[in-house]
């Protein structure tokens, strides 16, 4: 992974960044100077191209402000993979301080990709947040945020490759002004020192996002990384499938030299159920949280016994360290331990911290939970087996799943990883296979998850576990027992995506050609008279009634959408039931059973579950992701109009004509009115169900 700077007049930048290693011109900007190896550092001169000043030192609260010169060149420069996180800026240009003003600019290092867009979202002084937005995103100059300060300038630049020079940058150095493409900048001008923390330069840090959201697929990112400037493969030379594994609310920052393929692999030892493989193209396989073999060996295709070994524990170091950048301390590199059980006895006299790092921004829970299935995994791989099987009808390569079956009971419910493979003559072929730890979260057995089940056909075992947790879950909390519908579009195939959970009735029908995609949902079209689903469903005969009713969806869109994303929209004398996630006014709009206009709330993320509760005829409910945002308020009822409730648009009365939204539907439901207590449980019965499929 390499970094160079867009070149400017005739001159080039040094280029000092992940290995690449190039001599510098005469910069008329700074001083340089040999070092060892060939390699040249250059001092920043002071403003305007004048003598250089002395050289800058470190402070604990910042950059002492008399300091008027200071340089990056021979750090290393973080690469922002992409998410949402905390990152610690450099100063790279001035600072230039007059009359206790001081003028400088901050880098916060280079995206993967520079075509993206990027937005900030916080800046801190000295771990003391000075602006922020709230939470919003897109936002890229001072105005979209508050400053919880005095009000100072500042300029955003999201790192791209063609952003231009900032003024103050131009007004110091002129024709050799350059824009540091295609790092993420902030330029301060004329920040009045006096009001900073400790009265000098402050140490300052930025939540950047970008574009991709603030939740990370790890396997996005991988393939986002392979097709950066800074690696350069291609997707014919790369790609991953099936990874379910995400990062909530964060991101990767690399920050130390690295090579592609050896952080790949870093990442799979804390991942055993990748397979990282290299034939037509590097491919990073997922074989999911539930692992079934893809081969069974017995004696009808093995020409000789199965050969077991075990190594002694003390071939293993007693604890695995991971450390990851985590976001509850204030983005600080801390560890989690796994430990081999010592109690009540000692067991082993395997000694040692085992220590590993990840670039990555991830909490606490979620570090300790694939430090602590590492660990036991490895504990797991001492065992392994050897043999030689017939080659007819088999294929076994490094990464395969082996079971064996019908030699004793040692190997019961066991599966093995192919770790090596000779090919030999007679058409044999000699494999080693280390045991292979499946671990899987309980799946909850019921009569109406089983009835479902038997409806479906083509789902694989993570997706059938994962609609038992969410069916018998949903039972349980006396949820289930309120619906007349509830549709899962995220699933891996369309016909079951049509299925309504809870009966055969109210089945979909996909009408003007949905866009549907496997474990996302339906996309509607904005502003369609045509494109929605129907789920031949007028409300008759049903738990949904005029008094007592909901509906709710799941929206994998967070953007804004002019139209309804689910619902009946009435004419005169009639009820709307509607949900509109997030309109162009950045608001939510809940209606239900409702004959006038329900108060709205402000919203600028369209991404969630909301579900919209009529009780008692009387009072309305609005929530999104379990939480009550609008109300309960009283609310004139009346009955809708009849018309086949829609999803990716609102059905509206005789006369008028649907109007689609652009919004991407995951789930959605009806039913009879639910309590808050449902409408949480409800949410996050749907929230596990999302994550066991990979969905952010």
């Given at each position: 992974m390499g970094y160079a700077d867009e070149p400017y007049n005739t001159t080039t930048h040094l280029l000092w960044f992940m290995g690449a290693n190039v001599a510098p011109d005469a910069d008329p900007r700074y001083t340089w100077t040999p070092t060892s190896g060939g390699w040249w550092s250059g001092v920043l001169k002071g403003g305007g191209g004048s003598a250089p000043g002395p050289a800058a030192t470190a402070a604990s609260t910042?950059?002492?402000?008399?300091?008027?010169?200071?340089?990056?060149?021979?750090?290393?420069?973080?690469?922002?993979?992409?998410?949402?996180?905390?990152?610690?800026?450099?100063?790279?240009?001035?600072?230039?301080v007059s009359g206790g003003l001081a003028s400088f600019c901050i880098s916060f290092g280079v995206p993967a990709d520079?075509?993206?867009?990027r937005d900030i979202r916080e800046i801190a002084f000295d771990s003391e947040v000075v602006w922020d937005t709230g939470g919003a995103s897109g936002v890229t100059t001072s105005a979209g945020g508050t400053f919880r300060t005095e009000s100072f300038t500042f300029r955003f630049y999201g790192g791209t490759l063609t952003q231009a020079a900032d003024a103050l940058e131009i007004s110091n150095f002129g024709a050799n002004a350059v824009a540091y493409r295609p790092q993420i900048l902030v330029w301060f001008e004329n920040l009045p020192l006096a009001g900073t923390k400790f009265g000098k330069i402050p140490y300052v840090s930025a939540v950047i996002g970008d574009s991709s959201g603030d939740d990370v697929n790890l396997g996005e990112a991988f393939e986002r990384l392979a097709y950066s400037p800074w690696v350069g493969y291609t997707s014919a030379e790369f790609e991953t499938s099936g990874i379910t594994d995400g990062l909530v609310g964060g991101g990767f920052i690399?920050?130390?030299?690295?090579?592609?393929?050896?952080?790949?692999?870093?990442?799979?030892?804390?991942?055993?159920?990748?397979?990282?493989?290299?034939t037509d193209k590097l491919r990073i396989v997922d074989r999911g949280s539930i692992v079934s073999p893809d081969i069974i060996l017995d004696a009808t295709t093995l020409t000789d016994k199965i050969v077991t070994t075990r190594q002694g524990q003390d071939t293993l170091k007693k604890d695995l360290e991971l450390s990851t950048i985590d976001p509850d301390a204030d983005y600080t590199i801390v560890p989690s331990l796994a430990q081999r059980p010592r109690d009540p006895v000692t067991v082993t006299t395997s000694v040692g911290v085992d220590k590993a790092f990840?670039?990555?921004?991830?909490d606490a829970p979620t570090r300790i939970a694939i430090c602590t299935f590492a660990k036991y995994h490895e504990e797991t791989?001492?065992?392994?087996?050897?043999?030689t099987a017939m080659a007819y009808g088999l294929e076994i390569e490094p990464g395969d799943l082996v079971g064996v079956d019908g030699l004793g009971?040692?190997?019961?419910?066991?599966?093995?990883?192919?770790?090596?493979?000779?090919?030999?003559?007679?058409?044999?072929?000699?494999?080693?296979?280390?045991a292979f730890m499946d671990c899987q979260i309980p799946v909850l057995s019921c009569?109406?998850?089983?009835?479902?089940?038997?409806?479906?056909s083509g789902l694989g075992i993570a997706h059938r576990n994962a609609y038992g947790n969410l069916i018998c879950g949903l039972v349980a909390d006396g949820v289930w027992a309120k619906l007349d519908a509830l549709y899962v579009f995220a699933t891996q195939n369309q016909t079951t995506a049509n299925l309504n959970l809870k009966s055969t009735s109210f089945g979909i029908s996909a009408l003007g050609s949905p866009t549907w995609t496997a474990d996302q949902g339906y996309t509607g079209t904005e502003s369609s008279t045509s494109v929605h689903l129907d789920t031949n469903s007028s409300f008759a005969s049903s738990l949904f009634t005029t008094n007592n009713a909901h509906i709710s969806l799941w929206n994998n869109y967070s953007g804004q959408s002019d139209g309804l994303a689910m619902g009946e929209y009435g004419g005169p004398g009639s009820g709307s039931v509607a949900i509109a996630p997030r309109t162009t006014s950045d608001e939510t709009h809940f209606f239900i059973n409702s004959s006038g206009v329900p108060p709205f709330v402000g919203n600028t993320n369209g991404r969630g579950h909301y579900l919209a509760n009529k009780s008692a005829g009387t009072t309305l409910t609005g929530y999104k992701n379990g939480a009550a945002v609008v109300g309960p308020v009283a609310d004139a009822t009346s009955d809708p109009w009849g018309g086949p409730l829609f999803v990716l648009a609102a059905n509206a009365y005789p006369g008028s004509s649907a109007q689609g939204s652009r919004d991407q539907i995951s789930a959605a439901s009806f039913g009879g009115a639910l309590t808050a207590t449902d409408a949480l449980n409800f949410y996050s019965r749907l929230r596990a169900y999302m994550t066991a499929i990979g969905l952010p």
């Open positions: 910042g950059v002492n402000p008399t300091e008027t010169s200071y340089s990056l060149y021979g750090h290393t420069i973080p690469l922002s993979v992409f998410g949402f996180g905390r990152i610690g800026g450099e100063i790279i240009a001035g600072p230039w520079p075509s993206g867009s690399i920050a130390s030299q690295a090579e592609f393929l050896a952080t790949i692999q870093q990442f799979g030892r804390f991942y055993p159920q990748w397979d990282i493989l290299q990840l670039p990555v921004i991830m791989a001492r065992k392994s087996i050897s043999g009971d040692i190997f019961n419910n066991e599966t093995f990883k192919v770790v090596e493979t000779l090919h030999g003559a007679n058409n044999v072929v000699e494999f080693t296979a280390t009569a109406e998850a089983t009835a479902f089940l038997a409806r479906t």
